[in-house]
Nanobody, 124 residues
Framework: QGELVESGGGLVQAGGSLRLACAAS????????MAWFRQAPGKEREFVAA????????YYADSEKGRFTISRDNAKNTVYLQMNSLMPEDTAVYYC?????????????????WGTGTQVTVSS
């Protein structure tokens, strides 16, 4: 089993930025596709972004394209989510997830490893 620990959440005004980080144990991180999901109160968990283990391939939900950037530093076993131009509708708990092998990256059920989440609140 691996361990994922998110950080970087907080309260920010609309239009502001936050950078989330997810530190992973080496066993989880190596060769894993890493992703960010989010869940707002009363809503289902939804895909935000994913990155292949090489960092070459990235995937984004349509609503995040151009505003969010996912990246990873394999030397530090860390994946990041840079969030710019934040909007109140981005308010949610953001979760880091990891999976190995070919998967459908937008499907939360494909990821066996999850962090406990970090709260992001965007005020209007």
């Amino acid at each position: 089993q691996g361990e994922l620990v998110e950080s970087g959440g907080g309260l920010v005004q609309a239009g502001g930025s936050l950078r989330l980080a997810c530190a992973a144990s080496a066993r989880t991180f190596s060769s894993d596709t890493m992703a960010w999901f989010r869940q707002a109160p009363g809503k289902e968990r939804e895909f935000v972004a994913a990155i292949s283990w090489t960092g070459i391939d990235t995937y984004y939900a349509d609503s995040e394209k151009g505003r969010f950037t996912i990246s990873r530093d394999n030397a530090k076993n860390t994946v990041y989510l840079q969030m710019n131009s934040l909007m109140p509708e981005d308010t949610a708990v953001y979760y880091c997830a990891a999976a190995r092998g070919p998967i459908r990256v937008v499907d939360a059920r494909a990821y066996p490893y999850w962090g406990t989440g970090t709260q992001v609140t965007v005020s209007s």
